[in-house]
T-cell receptor
Framework: AQSVAQPEDQVNVAEGNPLTVKCTYSVSGNPYLFWYVQYPNRGLQFLLKYITGDNLVKGSYGFEAEFNKSQTSFHLKKPSALVSDSALYFCAVRHGRSNDYKLSFGAGTTVTVRA | KAGVTQTPRYLIKTRGQQVTLSCSPISGHRSVSWYQQTPGQGLQFLFEYFSETQRNKGNFPGRFSGRQFSNSRSEMNVSTLELGDSALYLC?????????????FGEGSWLTVV
């Protein structure tokens, strides 16, 4: 079975500081990894994904994530956080095998960026 | 290009009733999936449809059902509503059923069961 873990329920950072949201995964075979962000009372917005290739993936709003196969991690990062980055962040994994297309989500990490 | 559109956005139902939620995918997208989001259980997969066929189903009781039409629009239905069905129901679409395709989500339908 595939699963995703987000070990931190909450992350608090000051504006202008680096932001990291952690994610580890467990899936047999090659994983397809995604990050989404959810603002209050809204749906999920796609940030970035890793399918194959370069381990460093760049996405929307200045976010990036690094795929680390040996550590089975896909941490989300932003060099300089903004107050507007305060939201709920979800990591998700999709199996790289056909006929198994559902996304399995982590529990989510609430990010608060203080001014 | 319009995003994933879900209707209604908010609704209140009584226990025992049934509800139908509608989803229009992004134009050209043929795969539609549904997720339930609750504070306690997080995001849980309900089912996925591609070309009017259910491809995957999550671990939900038979009261939860769905369908997809020839224009890729999808509906999900919940019968005999229970208080625990109160949740945000999210519809998502992707170009095709390949695992690497990005899934785009709608704003969701907030269901409250009283």
């Amino acid at each position: 079975a595939q699963s995703v873990a987000q070990p931190e329920d909450q992350v608090n950072v000051a504006e202008g500081n680096p932001l990291t949201v952690k994610c580890t995964y467990s899936v047999s075979g090659n994983p397809y990894l995604f990050w989404y962000v959810q603002y209050p009372n809204r749906g999920l917005q796609f940030l970035l994904k890793y399918i194959t290739g370069d381990n460093l993936v760049k996405g929307s709003y200045g976010f990036e994530a690094e795929f680390n196969k040996s550590q089975t991690s896909f941490h989300l990062k932003k060099p300089s956080a903004l107050v507007s980055d305060s939201a709920l962040y979800f990591c998700a994994v999709r199996h790289g095998r056909s006929n198994d297309y559902k996304l399995s989500f982590g529990a989510g990490t609430t990010v608060t960026v203080r001014a | 290009k319009a995003g994933v559109t879900q209707t209604p956005r908010y609704l209140i139902k009584t226990r025992g009733q049934q509800v139908t939620l509608s989803c229009s995918p992004i134009s050209g997208h043929r795969s539609v999936s549904w997720y339930q989001q609750t504070p306690g259980q997080g995001l849980q997969f309900l089912f996925e449809y591609f070309s009017e066929t259910q491809r995957n189903k999550g671990n939900f009781p038979g009261r939860f059902s769905g369908r997809q039409f020839s224009n890729s629009r999808s509906e999900m239905n919940v019968s005999t509503l229970e208080l625990g069905d109160s949740a945000l129901y999210l519809c998502a679409s992707s170009l095709k059923e390949s695992s690497g395709n990005t899934i785009y989500f709608g704003e969701g339908s907030w269901l409250t069961v009283v």
